[in-house]
Structure formats: C-alpha cells, structure tokens
C-alpha cells in the first residue's frame, strides 16, 4: 500500500498540483491537512474524476483534513468522538484493506506561553486516548499528518535556537512522544537515523534554498506491523506549497 501525506495549505489554491501528483504517483491512500475550505466547497467532484473518493471535514479559511483513497473505505469515523468539540477539522480515520490510517493536523501552538499551546498539549493527551479507545491494538493501523512537532534535534535547523519553539519545545516533543508510544514507531528516523530530511521550510530568508526546515510531518504505522516499507522522497515544486508529499 501507497500513502502520501501533505500540508496542502489550501486545497483550492493547490488542488491542480494535487491532482497532477496523484496522476504520476497513483498513491492508494493520500492524507490532506489544512484544507482550509468548508465541506460544501471540497472539490469532491474533481477528486472523484481523478479516481479517488473523498472523505473530509472543514471550515472556512482554517484547518480541515481529507482522506483520499482509490478504494472506498470500509469504515470512516470522524473526530476525537462522538458530539460537539470533537475537532473532526482535524482528524479523520478511514478504514482501507483492514488498515486504520488516522489523518491528523495537530494544533500549532503559537506560542509557548500562550493558551494555544497548552491546548495542543491537552490535544495530545486526547490523542493518546482516543487511540486508546478508537483502535485495536491487534490490527495493523498508521497515524499520519501534520503533527506541528520536530520530535529530536536532528530534525530542525539550528536547533539550538529552537528550544522554545512551539513545534521543538520539550513538552511539545514528549507529549508527541507519548502518544506515538501507545504503539506506533518513527520509521522514517527508524530507518534512516542519521539522514537530515524535513518537510516544512518557511517563505522567508530563503529558508528553501538554505535548507532551513523542519520535519514535522510524519507517517508512523504501528510497531508490529513488520510488512512496512519505507519510502520517502521530496516531490516538492519550487514556488509552490511549502511541504512535500511523503510517501511510504
């Protein structure tokens, strides 16, 4: 199975990039975070044409997550749980071939002082626990997205600067480590532990030309799922979204 996952900021603005990059690379599943249109706006129609079905939630101008996959799901639950607050503009399951693929955009945090970052933390903890309770541990599954964390100094420019950096602060990178914990495994750092690979890099300062990035954004299927294979190469365009797709 081929997942890709992707900060496409805007579905929108980017939507004939994705659609050319599913037609070269056919993936079976591709995860989309930051939609950033409402449920009513989702270029569904366009989406379907090129193969795919389409499951997602948004809102305007914010957030919004969408799972695309070439077969249709077995099962689709959306958000944290059931009833209000459920943040479902942020995490999606679908079920593909018994595999339970969890698209999530973790909240960014804004700043470490702020009320926003202690929100992402609690939004790890409810994570955790919505793993806890949402899947089986017996069955292949893969928790994927922008998850808004470099998790080791290894994975973000000068990252001696970065200390107090909501996406590298140190209760950030162990909340993120805790959830991960409940099961799945890093497998990109896994199999390449010394390899410097980001996925995100700023508009500014040429941040792109002088590798300035972080990785933040991650595919860790469950450790015990032995058939993985991994796979991970920038397509990224030069002047277009600010992350690559990720495939494995």
Request: charged share 25%; with cysteine; hydrophobic share 35%.
């Amino acid at each position: 199975m081929k997942i890709a996952t992707y900060n496409v900021n805007s579905i929108r603005q980017r939507l004939p990039l994705v659609l050319d990059w599913l037609a070269e690379h056919r993936p079976d599943v591709m995860c989309l975070q930051e939609t950033k249109v409402q449920d009513r706006e989702f270029p569904a129609m366009a989406i379907l044409a090129a193969g795919y079905h389409a499951n997602y939630r948004g809102m305007k101008g914010y957030n919004g997550v969408a799972t695309l996959t070439r077969s249709e799901p077995e099962k689709v639950i959306y958000g944290l749980h059931e009833g209000p607050d459920n943040e479902d503009f942020r995490i999606i399951q679908t079920v593909v071939s018994g595999v339970a693929i969890i698209n999530s955009y973790v909240p960014q945090g804004h700043s470490i002082t702020s009320e926003k970052y202690a929100f992402k933390l609690e939004w790890f903890r409810r994570l955790r626990e919505y793993f806890e309770t949402a899947l089986d541990p017996m069955k292949p599954g893969i928790w994927l997205g922008d998850l808004n964390v470099a998790p080791e100094p290894i994975d973000v420019y000068h990252p001696e600067k970065r200390v107090n950096d909501v996406d590298f602060h140190i209760d950030a990178r162990n909340a993120y480590k805790q959830t991960r914990d409940w099961g799945f495994v890093d497998v990109f750092r896994k199999l390449h532990p010394d390899t410097v690979q980001y996925t995100y890099w700023d508009y500014y300062r040429n941040a792109l030309e002088r590798n300035f990035g972080w990785r933040i954004d991650h595919i860790s299927p469950r450790s015990h799922w032995r058939s993985v294979v991994s796979i991970v190469r920038s397509t990224w365009r030069p002047g277009e979204p600010k992350r690559p797709p990720i495939t494995r």
